[in-house]
């Protein structure tokens, strides 16, 4: 079998790391590097509450003022074991890759199984944990990683990225999260607390910020108390204890494309990286998933050969999350209108009263054969193409369906066959039944676009005893312009396996 071709992709060089915020108030951290590194590090950690000590035989002139002021505690002296004894983080800022794994070892010896971390700067090997940087506006934070590869790039993308920062967190960004903590505080109080994300967007945060871009924080007193007393009464009609209508969401039904992240479009990943839903089906890349935000809900929805959730539910599911204010993503293998039933999830949408935008994806119908270097027009053998469905080829009686199937292999050069895994023989049966020739080239590409992806090229009369060698996902191509292909494609080989049992009077044998 062919190998797949090369296809890049943008991935991590290693596991993402798990971002979080750690209270740090009262608990011991030790900075082992007091000069400009360590400095550094010590400014980050200022402000946290935590006990802090350095140590470091010659500190900078910085870290001599704030001892002190008695801000941190100062050890000049080289580190002992006995330094990290009860610390919750250990920071390395020796610049000396064998002193810091000294120092973990000390951490690892004296206090691992206690909680003790060590952040080994600029220095993964030798970190547990690596430090982001960030900005800070008030009460929020604005955290940028890159997992430890390299912290310089983190500085310039904070450096980058500041202004943009300033323009979405005005001065008084503050005031607008101090407001909504007492509001969470009030609610708590009352027991009417729920993390209702669209009511808190709509009904709070979205006219606290109008507000103070305008320069009019004193409103947001009142926002809050009006925002805590109808809090629950919020509802997408209004119609529920006379509150305030919130804006109902919207789908967006994104073309995924034929099985890998780096081949949805550019739309569809700018409608994915902003969704609060995201409905998939079994075939989506696992990696086109990771694209939609870490917060959004994942809602599979996968069918196979009828099997799963039925399309009347997903209809809802896709209704009742967009009803509810979120933007739901409908994200669909291929296209969502080449037999992905996209046409039928529109109309329900609509009929719902919600909006709903469809971003079209690269159908598996033209990126399968592309992918495997067959053209599914030639000026040399096709001047045509036709794609069908291989579902229910195996329930269609020859004799009724021959008129059918002898127009399509009368009226077209290439015929793409999608979901034909399990049908292949029958579709084949069928062809042959309607005059397709018995030598004509069949190719089935497995896992298009995959790492996996495997291709082989065989004949119509061999498919129709013998089926289809793959499993799900796989694409079916019929016509000279299998020959064209400009990658190899392998043999038949597989024939030795057993014959498929389709209908022996649709292929003409006894």
């Known amino acids: 079998m062919s190998p797949a071709p090369t296809v890049s992709t943008v991935s991590s060089m290693e596991s993402r790391s798990y971002l979080m915020a750690w209270r740090l108030a009262g608990r011991k951290v030790v900075v082992v590097g007091g000069g400009s590194i360590g400095t550094a590090k010590i400014e980050t950690l200022l402000g946290t509450g935590a006990r802090l000590i350095v140590v470091d035989p010659t500190p900078s002139s910085r870290v001599v003022e704030l001892a002190a002021s008695g801000t941190v505690e100062l050890r000049e002296r080289r580190a002992r074991p006995t330094d990290v004894v009860g610390a919750s983080l250990l920071v390395a800022a020796t610049g000396d890759s064998g002193t810091n794994r000294r120092l973990k070892r000390w951490a690892t010896a004296g206090g691992l199984l206690k909680g003790t971390v060590v952040n080994a700067v600029d220095d993964k090997e030798n970190c547990d944990v690596t430090v982001p940087a960030v900005i800070h506006r008030g009460p929020a934070t604005v955290a940028i990683t890159t997992g430890g590869a390299t912290p310089a790039g983190a500085r310039f993308l904070r450096e980058q990225l500041t202004a943009a920062v300033d323009a979405a967190m005005p001065a008084d960004l503050g005031l607008v999260l101090d407001h909504a903590s007492h509001a969470r505080t009030e609610l708590k109080k009352s027991g009417r607390y729920r993390y209702d994300y669209p ?46 209508a919130l804006r109902p969401g919207h789908v967006t039904l994104v073309g995924a494309g034929p099985g890998v992240a780096d081949l949805i479009t550019l739309r569809g990943l700018k409608a994915l990286q902003c969704a609060d839903v995201v409905v998939y089906d079994r075939l989506v890349d696992p990696a086109v998933l990771d694209l939609a935000p870490p917060a959004a809900e994942r809602v599979p929805v996968g069918k196979s050969k009828g099997k799963g959730t039925t399309q009347e539910a997903i209809n809802e599911i896709l209704v009742s999350r967009a009803t509810a204010g979120g933007h739901v993503v409908r994200l669909k293998g291929g296209d969502p209108f080449v037999f992905g039933r ?57 004799h009724a369906t021959h008129d059918r199937w002898r127009a399509l292999g009368a009226s077209t050069d290439t015929i793409v066959v999608l979901m034909a895994a399990s049908t292949a023989a029958d579709v084949a049966g069928h062809l042959l039944a309607g005059g397709r020739s018995f030598d004509e080239p069949v190719a089935f590409v497995h896992r298009a676009g995959t790492p996996d992806q495997e291709t082989v090229r065989t004949t119509l009369t061999s498919v129709a005893f013998v089926g289809c060698p793959f499993p799900s996902p796989t694409v079916m191509v019929i016509g000279p312009v299998v020959d064209l292909a400009t990658s190899d494609l392998s043999d038949d080989s597989w024939l030795e396996s057993e014959p498929h049992h389709t209908n022996n009077e649709a292929v003409g044998v006894d």
Request: with cysteine.
């Open 199 to 244: 009511a808190w967007c709509q009904q709070f945060f979205e006219p606290a910020m109008a507000a103070v871009r305008a320069g009019d924080a004193g409103k947001l007193k009142s926002y809050r108390a009006h925002f805590v007393k109808t809090f629950g009464e919020h509802t997408i009609t209004g119609e529920a204890s006379g509150g305030e």
């Open 342 to 398: 996209g046409g039928e999830e529109v109309t329900a949408v609509s009929n719902a009263g919600l909006t709903v935008e469809v971003v079209p994806g690269v159908s598996s119908a033209l990126s399968a054969p592309a992918l495997a270097g067959i053209p599914v027009t030639d000026r040399r053998a096709a001047g045509s193409f036709t794609v069908i469905t291989g579902h229910h080829a195996d329930q269609e009686a020859p």
